[in-house]
């Protein structure tokens, strides 16, 4: 079994609720499925090796946008863990808002 190490609780979309995710200057397109303040799981073909940098633009509710810096922690058959390595404040609280309306 894998020992948990991360920091934060994640949350898992429904598939009827994933949210898109998009790469910014770098080829990416894709769904995400689990989804947490610092990090997500991509579903997408559009994976990159563990240890890459790139920026990502997340579409959450409404008009919650989040773009950030992440760094692609593992990758599987069909998509890829991120990290967030660079955040604005501004991003960070879009961020908690989609995360509250997804755990309510």
Do not use: W, Y
């Amino acid at each position: 079994m894998r020992e948990e190490l991360r920091r934060n609780q994640r949350v898992r979309l429904p598939e009827e609720t994933l949210l898109r995710c998009e790469g910014v200057g770098t080829p990416l397109d894709g769904r995400v499925s689990v989804l947490g303040l610092t990090g997500m799981f991509i579903r997408t073909r559009d994976s990159h090796p563990v240890g890459a940098t790139l920026v990502v633009r997340l579409h959450g509710f409404d008009k919650d946008i989040v773009e950030g810096q992440c760094v692609v922690r593992d990758v599987l058959p069909g998509g890829m863990g991120v990290e967030f390595s660079v955040i604005s404040e501004k991003d960070e609280q879009a961020l908690k808002r989609i995360l509250e309306r997804l755990k309510s």
